[in-house]
């Protein structure tokens, strides 16, 4: 599985962070542990400390707050994606069809209005 961010990918000033290339195995490893992590022991979790993420040029840091906020940044390097406890719920029932086989298909890991989306793709995604 790697990370990366594309800036202004559509001309509207419109960004991803994107985890792709990974394969269902991996998309189960990466549901756990989000529900383990956030969901069940309310913890942060840095991708940058995940053994089967390869960040490629940025890093992604999962915490909850108060309100859904979805991915910000300072410095479009280390980026935080900030949800509430039901965000995050929701975001881990977004990454179930990944969990059950493979497939080509992508998903957007919320719906907040945000200048920068969350893209889960097994393939390259939507910007290659």
């Known amino acids: 599985m790697e990370l990366d961010y594309i800036e202004n990918y559509n001309g509207l000033e419109e960004n991803i962070v994107r985890l792709y290339n990974f394969n269902k195995a991996e ?8 529900v ?4 069940i022991k309310k913890q942060k979790l ?4 995940v053994d089967f993420i390869i960040p490629r040029n940025c ?4 915490g909850l707050f108060r ?3 979805g991915i910000l940044t300072k410095d479009n390097e280390t980026f935080f994606c900030i949800l509430t406890l039901e965000g995050f719920k929701k975001m881990a029932k977004l990454l179930e069809p990944f969990c059950k086989k493979e497939t080509r298909g992508y998903q957007y890991l919320y719906e907040i209005d945000n200048p920068t989306d969350l893209l889960f ?3 390259a995604g939507l910007v290659d």
């Open 67 to 69: 309100s859904d906020e």
């Open 46 to 49: 840095d991708l940058a400390a």
């Open 121 to 123: 793709s097994p393939s």
């Open 27 to 34: 998309a189960i490893l990466f549901r756990d542990l989000l």
């Open 36 to 39: 383990d992590t956030i969901i």
């Open 59 to 62: 890093n992604l840091i999962f």
